[in-house]
């Protein structure tokens, strides 16, 4: 009985031995349900907080956080775990990363793709998230600024025409003043919901040390044009200066994935704070102690 006990285990161990792989499909709908279970369990747990009548909204915010960021957690280990299994499958590994990476900040990210295959670095979704990498360390806190041209619409003529005027980032930083830099677009619900905190930024600190910009980048995205910007800029009383049809270029050469992205330079055009540092009462606060006020 002994014996054939011992030969019944090492049958299992080759059949276990025998278990089919997986296919790249499988992989992959094997991971998008995993990641559909953790946002389910998020969307219960959030409407829970939001049912909850013995919670202040402050309290709520407060939770709704905590939610997102346990969620965002969880989501970028369950794609580890994914790419440590196929880190040089080409077919499964640029995926993982493409539905993971916007939940990391830029040195976890780092870390994450730094074992993957060449090949799989050589993908177009890899390549340009590595590109973006680099260009953001380019443009960190600490760097001068990467100076951009745009072909700013100045006005209109008789006929209605735009009016073209060669436009840089130089022509306003690195020119003796603080600036608060703010990338945006007419079509963007968050960013429209931000210039309340730059106006308020700007009314009570422009002056001889600092001043605001505002480019808009990527309008053509959304089918809008510099008559959007104009026409939103002039509704929203943004009286500050303003740099308009930017589409790509600006928001590329500073590693800009989201809108609205606040960037705040010093005098000599160094990069002093920039991105989640500037959003609401950040962006006063920022300024005030740079200021000195």
Known sequence: MKKFALIAAAALMVLAGCKAKQTDEEILAAFQADIETLMNDYRTSAEAVDADEALTDEQKEVKFDELQESVMAKIVETGRKVLARNASNVEVAPKV???????????????LLAPLSDEVKATE???????????????????KFVDFTVDHVAGVDKAGNPIYEKKSLSDFVGKGKVMLVDFWSPWCPPCKAEIPNIKAVWEKYHGADFDVLSVA??????????????????????????????????????????????????????????GDDLRGDKTAKAVAEVLGR
Do not use: C
């Not at 990363?97 to 870390?111: K, P, R």
């Not at 390549?127 to 760097?143: C, D, E, F, M, R």
């Not at 995205?221 to 790509?248: P, V």
């Open 217 to 274: 980048v990527w309008e053509e995205s959304r089918k809008m044009d510099w008559h959007n910007t104009i026409d939103t800029a002039a509704f929203y009383g943004m009286k500050w200066h303003q740099l308009n049809n930017g589409h790509q270029e600006p928001a590329s050469l500073y590693g800009i994935e989201g809108i609205p992205h606040m960037i705040l330079f010093d005098k000599d055009g160094t990069i002093l704070k920039r």
């Open 125 to 143: 979704a890899v390549s340009y998230i590595l590109g973006n990498l680099q260009t953001k360390k380019a443009t960190a806190v600490g760097k």
């Open 97 to 111: 990363v493409a539905n993971i990476y916007s939940y990391m900040d830029d040195a976890e990210l780092e870390a």
